[in-house]
């Protein structure tokens, strides 16, 4: 069989090369396990939250999952009111502090957040049509904007322009103005807040000039939240505390009063899930909120059929969203535990003078290893070429651990990486020990080669 015999967008799916997956694969082909297979990879490159697993199972294990009644279809394949109501009632309305209650006919279910971004994609997007992120950004959203809707990324490069500073604007409008020129319809802008892959929050300042730059343009603006519950700067003391630039709480765009003053509300929209904030990737689950739009909440409950989540998933999580009580201990403890898996992350970083950007929210942090790239790599490096970053890469595979390379989020300058520290403290400090070995030794024995 030949790649004639498939479709055309099927062959240049074939033709693409996902590095976030590949490195997935690769890792998940020789697990750790600190009993069974301590040799095996640890796995710090998925942002993947392990901390929580005892208390989910404790939480969910009440659920009859061979109920027959979860044998059929279900309520909806856009999710069920029951469900929709949890998520407004017991999530957005109680943590993302909305200027106007969202109800659960404000919002489309997926089988996870990936599935929510494409299937917007598909409603706001014809093929060919481009959706804007800057850099870095999380790499799935290549697989989610291109992969199935076939529209383009539209990169706005910030080179060391800082994207929590205003002055990032015009390079976005730099960006579509390109575009446009080159014959690409640009139809949204797409981002995370917090920020993925820096774990930062976005200023109430700079939200507003993302909705006057999608005014301005007529795009859509949809705000990738899914991290929203995982921040826990609060919960730092010490140096993880002191080294923090600055306290800026997360803000959800549903809370700022007047939107319309600085947007037309139709386009402003929301994702949210509960792989990262209730650490179930594994579950599939996602949301596209849009209070707004009726017609892209109608559009994209037209094609739910085909991201329609299973019956079990839905019953277990109904249990776990029920109770606000059980939310909010669920999401402290969550949260202090991020705290503390962090400040151990950057104290080992620090100890080896390892620069990195200070997170605040998330599973992650960005980590400069450029002092690691040999000297008769520095020039070539300094031009793009990735072969450092890749040895770097494979050096830490090799030695029992991943972690995602910089190209993965679209970066530029070759060396960044991000590292995940939501897995449980005795596998972080060994995957931290593997992966300063890891760097020394690269270092080393290109070195020694000289």
């Known amino acids: ?7 055309v967008r099927a062959q240049e799916n074939l033709q693409d090369t996902n590095v976030m997956l590949e490195g997935v694969i690769r890792a998940n ?9 301590p040799t095996g990879i640890i796995n710090l490159g998925v942002a993947e939250n392990q901390l929580m697993t005892r208390e989910l199972s404790e939480i ?13 279809y279900g309520d909806s394949p856009s999710g069920s009111k029951l469900l929709r109501r949890h998520f407004a009632n017991n999530i957005f309305n109680r943590y993302f502090n ?20 494409d299937n917007f994609t598909f409603c706001v997007c014809d093929p060919g049509d481009g959706i804007l992120i ?41 960006a579509v103005d390109k575009a446009t020129a080159e014959g690409t319809r640009v139809r949204a802008f797409v981002l995370s807040n917090p920020h993925n892959p820096l774990g930062r929050n976005y200023s109430r300042k700079v939200i507003i000039e993302f909705l006057k730059f999608a005014s301005k343009n007529r795009l859509h603006i949809l705000f990738d939240e899914i991290y929203a519950l995982s921040v826990f700067d609060q919960f730092l003391t ?34 949210y899930g509960v792989s990262k904030d209730f650490c179930l990737n594994g579950f599939r689950c996602g949301c596209l909120v849009s209070p707004w739009n009726k017609d892209l909440i109608d559009a994209m409950r037209s094609i739910s059929v085909f991201t329609w989540i299973a019956s079990t998933t839905e019953s277990m999580l109904i249990k776990l969203l029920e109770n606000p009580k059980t939310i909010d201990r669920f999401t402290r403890t969550n949260q202090k535990r991020l705290a503390e ?9 620090r100890a080896h003078r390892i620069p990195y950007i200070p997170a605040q929210g998330g599973h992650f942090i960005w980590i400069d290893l450029r002092q690691f790239i040999p000297p008769s790599l520095v020039n070539i490096a300094a031009t793009g070429d990735r072969g450092a970053e890749y040895r770097l890469f494979n050096a830490m595979l090799d030695q029992g651990v991943y972690v995602n390379l910089g190209e993965a989020f679209t970066e530029k300058k070759v060396g960044f990486f991000r590292l995940s520290f939501s897995v449980p ?26």
Do not use: W
């Open 1 to 7: 069989m030949t790649l004639q015999n498939l479709s």
């Open 29 to 37: 082909s020789n697990k750790f396990h600190i009993k069974t297979n």
């Open 60 to 72: 969910m294990a009440p659920v009859n999952t061979v109920d027959p009644k979860l044998f059929g």
């Open 98 to 117: 909305p200027h106007e209650p969202v109800h659960a006919e404000h919002m489309v279910l997926t089988a996870g957040c990936s599935a929510a971004v």
């Open 134 to 174: 800057t850099t870095p950004f999380y790499g799935g959203f290549n697989t989610d904007i291109m992969t199935k809707s076939k529209a383009k990324v539209v990169v706005a490069h910030l080179g060391d322009v800082s994207p929590f500073d205003v002055a990032h604007v015009e390079l976005m409008q730099q």
């Open 238 to 271: 010490g140096a993880a505390k002191d080294e923090q630039p600055d306290r800026t709480p997360f803000i959800s765009v549903l809370s700022l009063p007047n939107i319309e003053d600085y947007c037309p509300r139709e386009l402003v929209h929301v994702a």
């Open 341 to 349: 898996s962090y400040t151990l992350t950057v104290n080992t970083l």
């Open 425 to 450: 403290i005795p596998m972080l400090k060994i995957g931290l020990e593997r992966l300063i070995k890891a760097c020394q030794a690269t270092l080393q024995s290109l070195d020694d080669r000289n």
